[in-house]
Protein backbone atom coordinates (compact mmCIF):
# COMPACT_ATOMS: atom_id res chain seq x y z
CA UNK A 1 0.00 0.00 0.00
CA UNK A 2 2.94 2.56 0.64
CA UNK A 3 4.39 1.53 -2.15
CA UNK A 4 1.12 2.55 -4.46
CA UNK A 5 1.16 5.90 -2.44
CA UNK A 6 4.56 6.32 -3.19
CA UNK A 7 3.94 5.68 -7.18
CA UNK A 8 1.14 7.94 -7.33
CA UNK A 9 3.29 11.10 -5.09
CA UNK A 10 5.88 10.72 -7.56
CA UNK A 11 3.89 10.65 -10.78
CA UNK A 12 2.09 14.01 -9.62
CA UNK A 13 5.13 15.53 -8.29
CA UNK A 14 6.75 14.66 -12.02
CA UNK A 15 3.49 15.79 -13.76
CA UNK A 16 3.52 19.26 -11.13
CA UNK A 17 7.55 20.02 -11.74
CA UNK A 18 6.86 18.95 -15.86
CA UNK A 19 5.55 22.57 -16.19
CA UNK A 20 2.58 21.39 -18.37
CA UNK A 21 0.13 18.81 -16.75
CA UNK A 22 -1.75 17.10 -19.10
CA UNK A 23 -5.56 17.60 -19.02
CA UNK A 24 -7.62 14.36 -19.68
CA UNK A 25 -10.92 13.97 -21.25
CA UNK A 26 -12.44 10.72 -21.52
CA UNK A 27 -15.68 10.15 -20.41
CA UNK A 28 -17.25 12.79 -22.21
CA UNK A 29 -16.11 12.36 -25.45
CA UNK A 30 -17.46 8.42 -25.50
CA UNK A 31 -13.77 7.20 -24.04
CA UNK A 32 -11.63 9.09 -26.23
CA UNK A 33 -8.47 10.09 -24.79
CA UNK A 34 -7.92 14.10 -25.12
CA UNK A 35 -5.30 16.51 -23.16
CA UNK A 36 -4.28 19.81 -23.45
CA UNK A 37 -1.19 20.63 -24.86
CA UNK A 38 -0.83 23.74 -24.15
CA UNK A 39 -3.30 27.18 -22.04
CA UNK A 40 -5.12 26.92 -25.19
CA UNK A 41 -5.07 24.00 -26.99
CA UNK A 42 -7.12 20.50 -26.36
CA UNK A 43 -6.08 17.73 -28.61
CA UNK A 44 -6.98 14.12 -29.28
CA UNK A 45 -6.75 11.32 -31.75
CA UNK A 46 -10.36 9.74 -33.14
CA UNK A 47 -11.01 6.28 -35.64
CA UNK A 48 -13.56 8.37 -36.73
CA UNK A 49 -14.05 9.23 -40.37
CA UNK A 50 -12.04 12.46 -41.74
CA UNK A 51 -15.24 13.76 -43.93
CA UNK A 52 -17.36 12.91 -40.90
CA UNK A 53 -15.07 15.36 -38.73
CA UNK A 54 -14.91 17.60 -41.45
CA UNK A 55 -18.88 17.65 -41.79
CA UNK A 56 -19.55 17.62 -37.90
CA UNK A 57 -17.01 20.50 -37.59
CA UNK A 58 -18.34 22.56 -40.30
CA UNK A 59 -21.52 22.58 -39.05
CA UNK A 60 -20.82 23.23 -35.39
CA UNK A 61 -19.33 25.91 -36.41
CA UNK A 62 -21.99 27.62 -38.29
CA UNK A 63 -23.98 26.80 -34.81
CA UNK A 64 -21.38 28.30 -32.23
CA UNK A 65 -20.25 31.24 -34.45
CA UNK A 66 -19.25 32.69 -37.93
CA UNK A 67 -16.83 30.86 -40.25
CA UNK A 68 -14.05 33.15 -41.28
CA UNK A 69 -11.73 30.77 -42.62
CA UNK A 70 -12.26 26.56 -43.91
CA UNK A 71 -9.54 24.46 -46.12
CA UNK A 72 -10.93 20.66 -46.56
CA UNK A 73 -7.18 19.79 -47.95
CA UNK A 74 -5.63 21.31 -45.24
CA UNK A 75 -7.75 20.52 -42.59
CA UNK A 76 -8.07 23.93 -41.10
CA UNK A 77 -11.80 25.45 -39.85
CA UNK A 78 -11.41 29.19 -38.05
CA UNK A 79 -14.52 31.03 -36.47
CA UNK A 80 -15.69 33.42 -34.15
CA UNK A 81 -17.64 32.34 -31.50
CA UNK A 82 -18.14 35.81 -29.63
CA UNK A 83 -15.61 37.44 -28.10
CA UNK A 84 -13.76 34.30 -28.89
CA UNK A 85 -12.06 32.87 -31.58
CA UNK A 86 -11.67 29.35 -32.25
CA UNK A 87 -9.20 26.96 -34.77
CA UNK A 88 -9.84 23.29 -35.49
CA UNK A 89 -6.89 21.32 -37.30
CA UNK A 90 -7.33 17.88 -38.92
CA UNK A 91 -4.14 15.81 -39.14
CA UNK A 92 -4.42 12.40 -40.89
CA UNK A 93 -2.33 10.29 -38.94
CA UNK A 94 -3.08 6.78 -41.18
CA UNK A 95 -5.92 5.90 -43.69
CA UNK A 96 -8.36 5.59 -40.43
CA UNK A 97 -6.68 7.82 -37.73
CA UNK A 98 -6.70 11.68 -37.44
CA UNK A 99 -5.79 13.94 -34.86
CA UNK A 100 -8.21 16.46 -34.08
CA UNK A 101 -6.47 19.77 -32.18
CA UNK A 102 -8.54 22.66 -31.32
CA UNK A 103 -7.33 25.78 -29.95
CA UNK A 104 -9.59 28.68 -28.31
CA UNK A 105 -8.90 32.37 -27.55
CA UNK A 106 -10.90 35.09 -26.31
CA UNK A 107 -9.42 38.67 -26.14
CA UNK A 108 -5.94 36.94 -26.68
CA UNK A 109 -6.30 35.40 -23.61
CA UNK A 110 -6.46 31.40 -23.58
CA UNK A 111 -10.30 29.78 -23.45
CA UNK A 112 -9.45 26.35 -22.85
CA UNK A 113 -12.93 25.45 -21.63
CA UNK A 114 -14.54 26.75 -24.99
CA UNK A 115 -11.71 24.62 -26.52
CA UNK A 116 -12.85 21.56 -24.59
CA UNK A 117 -16.60 22.08 -25.13
CA UNK A 118 -16.43 22.12 -29.05
CA UNK A 119 -13.82 19.77 -28.73
CA UNK A 120 -16.89 16.73 -27.20
CA UNK A 121 -19.31 17.95 -29.07
CA UNK A 122 -17.42 17.54 -32.45
CA UNK A 123 -16.46 14.44 -31.44
CA UNK A 124 -19.57 13.19 -30.29
CA UNK A 125 -21.48 14.84 -33.89
CA UNK A 126 -19.08 13.03 -35.46
CA UNK A 127 -19.58 9.81 -34.11
CA UNK A 128 -23.70 10.07 -35.06
CA UNK A 129 -22.56 10.87 -38.54
CA UNK A 130 -20.75 7.79 -38.34
CA UNK A 131 -23.46 5.69 -37.05
CA UNK A 132 -25.69 7.04 -39.96
CA UNK A 133 -23.18 5.63 -42.83
CA UNK A 134 -23.18 2.86 -41.32
CA UNK A 135 -26.36 1.87 -40.92
CA UNK A 136 -27.86 2.96 -44.39
Not at 35 to 43: L, N, R
Not at 69 to 87: C, H, L, M, Y
Request: proline residues 3%; aromatic residues 8%; hydrophobic residues 45%.
Amino acid sequence: MKKRLWVWLMLVVCLFSAGCVPLLIGAAAGGLGAYAVSKDTIEGDTDTPYENLWDAAVELSKVRGTVKNQDFTKGIIEFEARPSKVWIRFTRLTQATTRVRISSRKNHLPNLELAQDVFVRLIERAKGLSAETYSE
